[in-house]
Structures are given as C-alpha cells and as structure tokens.
C-alpha cells in the first residue's frame, strides 16, 4: 500500500493562531480524508479532500474552520484557523485507491494552549 | 446516521489468554476492515472482509463477518503484550460512498505479560 507522510507530527500552538498540516503521498490516490481523533478514541472525519475543488465538509465542521487544499492527487493540506483549547486533537490524513481500504498517516498531535 | 457499535470499550487481560472484540450495525456493510492503532501513529489496516459468512485469519488473529453483512468479530487467541493497541473496525455501508469509512468507537486493549 502506499505510504502518507504526515507533518508536523506534533506542534503545540497559542490561541487564536492557525495551524497547516501537510500530508504527501508517494502515489497518486484516488481519495484523501482528514480526520480528527481524541487520544485513545475512535476516528471522526472532518471532510473530503477532493482534488481540484473545494472539500466535502461533514456535520459540524466547516470550510472558515478547517480550510483543505487539495492541488494534485498525492497532496494535501488541513488548516486549523483561530485555535481554541478545544481543538486539541490529533488530527489523520488518510488515503484510498481503488477500494474502501484507508492508509494513514501517522498523526499531528496539537495542543492548544 | 448510520452506527457503527463495538464492545468492549476497554479490555484489559494477561498474557495467554482469548479475547473477543465485536462490531454491529443495524445497517449492510459492503465491506468491513479491522484496523491496529499504537500511540503515535495512524491507524493500520489488518483485514478487509466483503463476503457474508467471511472468515479470515492472521496468525493468531480469527476475523469473521456475519453471514448478513451486519456484524463482525475479532478473535485473538493467546495474546501477548505486542498484541496491545487500539482495535478500530471500520464499514463501508452498502448505498453510501464506497470510499467512506464510518469507524467504530474502538476498544483498546491491554495486555499484561
């Protein structure tokens, strides 16, 4: 399967700041998903990265919050714009080729102080 | 809303012995995949089970999806201290995205030498 890298790994930021996490793909892939997960719980996703056009946003999160960038098929980008405590999460891209198999990436933990 | 309940939560165990882990639904899946998580990295993907009835193996992990599509389990028999993570299952529902996981809320297990 493919491989994501995924960065910063770990960052801890001022309220009221915005964080940009990249993750690069070393293949082109079908489908990109960022999602967000409290330590030891499960996986909610954010949106659809969807090349070339603006992200699939699910309930409760949305575009002015979590800007994606997508511009090629092994490339994306999450935004987490005006940092609250409250968004201190880990945060996973993920990836999909073909089929409904996800690979990930191995996570930003943010801490927002 | 489609959900996606798995049990336990927590598991805490010695070495040596079997553990079950399950997932349900109320909905079709038309896949099912089993994923390993540990601390600091995303999630791995262990098994994809598309088939009512399916059973697969991985070494000392059994998987197995209910013969309607609903449900699945994780055996694991004689576990061992390596065998500790999170234990996400995650479906693919039959009319959704074939590209959207729904995840479930993880169990994650401890095991004691």
């Known amino acids: 399967s493919a491989v994501i890298s995924q960065k910063p790994s770990r960052d801890i930021c001022q309220r009221g700041t915005s964080l940009t996490i990249q993750c690069q793909v070393d293949s082109q892939v079908t489908m990109m998903f960022w999602y967000r997960q409290q330590p030891g719980q499960s996986l909610t996703l954010i949106a659809t990265?969807?090349?070339?056009?603006?992200?699939?946003?699910e309930s409760g999160f949305v575009i002015d919050k979590f800007p994606i960038s997508r511009p090629n098929l092994t490339f994306s980008t999450l935004t987490v714009s005006n940092m609250s405590p409250e968004d201190s999460s880990i945060y996973l891209c993920s990836g999909a080729g073909g089929g409904t198999e996800a690979f990930f990436g191995q996570g930003t933990r943010l801490t927002v102080v | 809303t489609q959900l996606l309940e798995q049990s336990p939560q927590f598991l805490s165990i010695q070495e040596g012995e079997n553990l079950t882990v399950y997932c349900n639904s109320s909905s079709v899946f038309s896949s099912l995949q089993w994923y390993r998580q540990e601390p600091g990295e995303g999630p791995v993907l262990l098994v994809t089970?598309?088939?009512?009835?399916e059973v697969k193996k991985l070494k000392r992990l059994t998987f197995q999806f209910g013969d309607a599509r609903k449900d699945s389990s994780l055996h694991i028999t004689a576990a061992q201290p390596g065998d500790t993570g999170l234990y996400l299952c995650a479906g693919a529902f039959s009319g959704g995205s074939n590209y959207k996981l729904t995840f479930g809320k993880g169990t994650l297990l401890t095991v004691n030498p």
């Open positions: 089970v598309v088939t009512g009835g």
């Open positions: 990265a969807n090349q070339g056009s603006e992200a699939t946003y």
